[in-house]
T-cell receptor, first 121, second 109 residues
Framework: EAEVAQSPRYKITEKSQAVAFWCDPI?????LYWYRQILGQGPELLVQ????????DSQLPKDRFSAERLKGVDSTLKIQPAELGDSAMYLC???????????????????FGQGTRLTVV | SQQGEEDPQALSIQEGENATMNCSYK?????LQWYRQNSGRGLVHLIL?????REKHSGRLRVTLDTSKKSSSLLITASRAADTASYFC?????????FGSGTKLNVKP
C-alpha cells in the first residue's frame, strides 16, 4: 500500500541550530501539505504545495522556516535557527485533489506520514 | 477560523461501551473526514463523508453529517482497548483541510 514517507522520525537539536525534514508523498499526488502539531492540539497548516508551487504559506514563519518542492515530488521543510517553541510534531500529508473520482473535492482525503518529532533543547 | 471543534475534549469509557464524538465547523464543505492518531504517530484516515451524504458506516464506525447544523458525529460501537487514541475531524473545502483540536479517547480494559 502506498505511503507518505517522512524522515527522520525523531530529531533533537539545540536552539539556534538548523534542522531539516524530508517528505516523499504518495506517487501521483499533486498536493503536498506540511502541518505542525503541538502536543494536545490539532494539526495546523504551515505550507501547501500544488505540484512545485506554493499555494498557501500564510501560517509559515518565514523569518526562520522555508519549504521547497523543486520537482513537484518530494519536499523539504527547514528551520533556521530553531527555537525552543518549535518543539512539535511535523506532519507531511498528500492528496489527490479529485479523490480519483473526477469530481474535485468530493472524495479527497489526506494521507499522512508518521511525522517527525522535533525537540529543541 | 474554519477549523472543526470536537466535543468532548476527553472521553473515558469501559471496553465494550460505545463512544460518541462530535464535531462542529463554520463554513461550507466538500467533505468531512475523521482521523485517528495514536500517541506519537501520524494520523490515520478512518472515514470520509461527502457533503451530500447524511450517514456512513464502516465496520464499527458510524458517521453522521448535518450540514444545516454544520456538525458531525463519530460513533465507535463495542469499543476496544486498542481504540484508545486521539480522534480528529477535518473539513475539506477549496483544496484545504482544516483540523479540530481532537477528542482524546481512553478505553479501559
Amino acid at each position: 500500500e502506498a505511503e507518505v514517507a517522512q524522515s527522520p522520525r525523531y530529531k533533537i537539536t539545540e536552539k539556534s541550530q538548523a534542522v531539516a525534514f524530508w517528505c516523499d508523498p504518495i506517487s501521483g499526488h499533486a498536493t503536498l501539505y506540511w502541518y505542525r502539531q503541538i502536543l494536545g492540539q490539532g494539526p495546523e497548516l504551515l505550507v501547501q504545495f500544488q505540484d512545485e508551487s506554493v499555494v498557501d504559506d500564510s501560517q509559515l514563519p518565514k523569518d526562520r522556516f522555508s519549504a521547497e518542492r523543486l520537482k513537484g515530488v518530494d519536499s523539504t521543510l527547514k528551520i533556521q535557527p530553531a527555537e525552543l517553541g518549535d518543539s512539535a510534531m511535523y506532519l507531511c500529508a498528500s492528496s489527490d485533489r479529485t479523490g480519483g473520482a473526477g469530481i474535485p473535492g468530493r472524495n479527497t482525503e489526506a494521507f499522512f506520514g508518521q511525522g517527525t518529532r522535533l525537540t529543541v533543547v | 477560523s474554519q477549523q472543526g471543534e470536537e466535543d468532548p475534549q476527553a472521553l473515558s469509557i469501559q471496553e465494550g461501551e460505545n463512544a460518541t464524538m462530535n464535531c462542529s465547523y463554520k463554513t461550507s464543505i466538500n467533505n468531512l473526514q475523521w482521523y485517528r492518531q495514536n500517541s506519537g504517530r501520524g494520523l490515520v484516515h478512518l472515514i470520509l463523508i461527502r457533503s451530500n451524504e447524511r450517514e456512513k458506516h464502516s465496520g464499527r464506525l458510524r458517521v453522521t453529517l448535518d450540514t444545516s447544523k454544520k456538525s458531525s458525529s463519530l460513533l465507535i460501537t463495542a469499543s476496544r482497548a486498542a481504540d484508545t487514541a486521539s480522534y480528529f475531524c477535518a473539513t475539506y473545502n477549496f483544496n484545504k483541510f482544516y483540523f479540530g483540536s481532537g477528542t482524546k479517547l481512553n478505553v479501559k480494559p
